[in-house]
């Protein structure tokens, strides 16, 4: 299976809350999510495995910058770039 445009996050930018919006969600599930910063550290981490098609999570805390959502799929990984205000 392809992993491609499998999911959506708006605002983006964003200054503090965000959605994910997983497009294929009955016939490819996410299992689990990754924020990392721009060095590759990884800031947070959601389990997945009991959510609808749409997530939402707060990064108010964290400084403007460009950070990276990984979402691991049981046949792959898809990034996404957020910018944070």
């Known amino acids: ?13 964003s200054s503090g809350k965000v959605t994910i919006r997983f497009n294929n969600f009955k016939t490819n599930i996410p299992r689990k999510m990754e924020i990392s910063d721009e060095m590759g550290r990884r800031l947070r981490e959601f389990n997945l495995s009991d959510m609808t098609n749409q997530f939402d999570f707060n990064l108010s805390s964290l400084p403007g910058s460009v950070y990276f959502i990984r979402v691991f799929y049981d046949n ?3 990034v996404e770039k957020l910018f944070k205000r």
Do not use: A, S, T
């Open 1 to 13: 299976m392809k992993l491609e445009k499998e999911f959506i996050v708006f605002p983006n930018p």
């Open 76 to 78: 792959g990984i898809l």
